[in-house]
T-cell receptor, first 116, second 111 residues
Framework: GAVVSQHPSRVICKSGTSVKIECRSL??????MFWYRQFPKQSLMLMAT?????????EQGVEKDKFLINHASLTLSTLTVTSAHPEDSSFYIC????????????FGPGTRLTVL | GQQVMQIPQYQHVQEGEDFTTYCNSS?????IQWYKQRPGGHPVFLIQ?????EVKKQKRLTFQFGEAKKNSSLHITATQTTDVGTYFC???????????FGAGTRLFVKA
């Protein structure tokens, strides 16, 4: 089956620093990748939709200058949390959709971000 | 805007009992997907339903897509402790590709 990797799995950083999270589709090409944030015991909150070679589409209420998304290739999207603050601590999960195949999303293992 | 409601929020069952979670959309869906997330894990794709009235089975799991393509259900027969986790439905909007996730149903199974 389709595999999506995410790196790092855990990161602890100081307030004010920036953190980059990578999402890779390992065995398929993903024209579209999605970034979600998940709070404990809650559902997935879509932050943005990332299309290869174009600007990401951010959901209402998500600051695009704070959560920078780059989808440089059909297998890689990155999320950079800039000037992180403790309230940004969360579980960030990416997913990828196979190019023009279906709406099925394959999720990465997630990144646990803790901002001190 | 489009909303996907999922009930119940939690379900406690005794091992061997059946379990059902329901998903309802405010708009007609092009498809619906179901995912399972184990505690501490990430969502894993289970199935996608596309056709009106479609029913699919995976061993003890039965998935249904309503005739109007606005609701869906996941039924687990004779639950096992390995079924523990949160089950999410995700509705794909007609004419577009934006997928909206339900809030999830968290299943607890007591041995």
């Amino acid at each position: 089956g389709a595999v999506v990797s995410q790196h790092p799995s855990r990161v602890i950083c100081k307030s004010g620093t920036s953190v980059k999270i990578e999402c890779r589709s390992l065995d398929f090409q993903a024209t579209t990748m999605f970034w979600y944030r998940q709070f404990p015991k809650q559902s997935l909150m879509l932050m943005a939709t990332s299309n290869e070679g174009s600007k990401a589409t951010y959901e209402q209420g998500v600051e695009k200058d704070k959560f920078l998304i780059n989808h440089a290739s059909l297998t890689l999207s990155t999320l950079t949390v800039t000037s992180a603050h403790p309230e940004d601590s969360s579980f960030y999960i990416c997913s990828a959709r196979e190019q023009e195949v279906s709406d099925t999303q394959y999720f990465g293992p997630g990144t646990r971000l803790t901002v001190l | 805007g489009q909303q996907v409601m999922q009930i119940p929020q939690y379900q406690h069952v005794q091992e061997g009992e059946d379990f059902t979670t329901y998903c309802n959309s405010s708009t007609t869906l092009s498809n619906i997907q179901w995912y399972k997330q184990r505690p501490g894990g990430h969502p894993v794709f289970l199935i996608q339903l596309v056709k009106s009235g479609e029913v699919k089975k995976q061993k003890r799991l039965t998935f249904q897509f309503g005739e109007a393509k606005k609701n869906s259900s996941l039924h687990i027969t004779a639950t096992q402790t390995t079924d523990v986790g949160t089950y999410f439905c995700a509705g794909g909007g007609a004419g577009g590709f934006k997928t909206i996730f339900g809030a999830g149903t968290r299943l607890f199974v007591k041995a």
